[in-house]
Structure formats: C-alpha cells, structure tokens
T-cell receptor
Framework: SQQGEEDPQALSIQEGENATMNCSYK?????LQWYRQNSGRGLVHLIL?????REKHSGRLRVTLDTSKKSSSLLITASRAADTASYFC??????????????FGKGTHLIIQP | GAVVSQHPSRVICKSGTSVKIECRSL??????MFWYRQFPKKSLMLMAT?????????EQGVEKDKFLINHASLTLSTLTVTSAHPEDSSFYIC???????????????FGPGTRLTVL
C-alpha cells in the first residue's frame, strides 16, 4: 500500500511567506522523517519525529505528527528562495528499529518566488 | 557529519552492457545500506536492502538477477545493473544508517545519486 503521501504536490509561494506541506501514511510507524531534494540531487535529512512525539522544531522548520490521524505536517517559516526544492516524508516500520529501508511519499515540489 | 558518496555521479551506456555503481560510507561503518530508484519527477522507491556479508533483500517486483548487489565491506556496497536497457534509465540513490537498530536516530544518510542513461 502507498505510504507517505504528501499534499499539495506542488506549492508556489512568495518569499517570506510560510509553507506548509502535509503527509499521510497508512500503517504503524516507528518514526517519520522529512527530507529535502534539490533538482537532480541526493536527499538531505531535515528532521525526524518519533511516534511518541507530537511536535518538533529545528530552525525554521516545524514538524507535527498526529498518529491517530496518521498524518504529519512540515512548516517552513519565513521562506527563502533557497528553500525551493522537493520535500518528501518517509516512514520506516516499527519493527525496523531504524534500520529499515524507507517508504517515501510522492513529494511536494515547493517553489519560492522572490 | 556522516557522508555517503556514490560513484559515478552519472553514466551513459549502450543497451546490453552492465553498469556498476558504488556506494561508500566515508566516515562511518554501515552494516546496512539501501538502494533506491527515482524516476523523473517521482518519489524514491526502495529497491533492496544491502547487508554486509550476506545476501541482499529485494523488494517485491525488483529483479535480483537484474540488479546485483554486493556489500563487500562495512563501508562499500555496489549495485550492478546487468544487461541494461533504456527502461533502466533512472536516478539511483543509496543510503546508509550509521549504526544498525538506532531507532529514533538521525535518519539515513543519502548519497548524491547516480544518473544512469541507457541508450
């Protein structure tokens, strides 16, 4: 089954505005991670939130996790042109202990307009 | 921080040839590495889990004879695309977890990817 589906698939906002991306998943998870990918490049790990956490912050990033709704959101505040990239959520299975391959969502392509 | 490299970064080959892609963890040991495939404007799909000293575990639908994986050491895994065809053209990305079973750690570290184009 598809795990980690983001919405919106594409988002275009003005520099300085906040960007919110959502992710839904279908099975139980150990943690949920958000990654960023610039066009044609590898992935950069942004933040990991454990299943027993509800909210986590890292710089301009804020991630929430609602395990009852099987959803997560990534908020980027005060967006910058350099934030233009694709953002993916990813989940691993509870039994993996962190050593599982990840299941990625389809991603949100974020465009920050100067 | 933990760095994962891939070589080559891009390769163009003729149909029918085999291509080897290397994935190295530069400053940490990884008993487990993962190989993903990404089509243009699409998400990453896990292909296989590479375990040092043992056979790789392939995801459903991934041909093990087509995509040969060898995890020869704690810092190196290789993916060989055998008898490549144009439909194998894709972006291949590897990742590694520094310590196995590190639940709630810092996630996986990804290589920069290898773009394969089969003519």
């Amino acid at each position: 089954s598809q795990q980690g589906e983001e919405d919106p698939q594409a988002l275009s906002i003005q520099e300085g505005e906040n960007a919110t991306m959502n992710c839904s998943y279908k099975t139980s998870i150990n943690n949920l991670q958000w990654y960023r990918q610039n066009s044609g490049r590898g992935l950069v790990h942004l933040i990991l939130i454990r299943s027993n956490e509800r909210e986590k912050h890292s710089g301009r990033l804020r991630v929430t996790l609602d395990t009852s709704k099987k959803s997560s959101s990534l908020l980027i505040t005060a967006s910058r042109a350099a934030d233009t990239a694709s953002y993916f959520c990813a989940t691993g299975s509870p039994s993996g202990g962190g050593a599982d391959g990840l299941t990625f969502g389809k991603g949100t392509h974020l465009i920050i307009q100067p | 921080g933990a760095v994962v490299s891939q070589h080559p970064s891009r390769v163009i080959c003729k149909s029918g040839t085999s291509v080897k892609i290397e994935c190295r963890s530069l400053d940490f040991q990884a008993t487990t590495m993962f190989w993903y495939r990404q089509f243009p404007k699409k998400s990453l799909m896990l292909m296989a889990t590479s375990n040092e000293g043992s056979k790789a575990t392939y995801e459903q639908g991934v041909e093990k004879d087509k995509f040969l994986i060898n995890h020869a050491s704690l810092t190196l895994s290789t993916l060989t695309v055998t008898s490549a065809h144009p439909e194998d053209s894709s972006f291949y990305i590897c990742s590694a977890t520094p310590i196995p079973g590190l639940a709630g750690g810092v996630g996986q570290f990804f290589g920069p990817g290898t773009r394969l184009t089969v003519l």
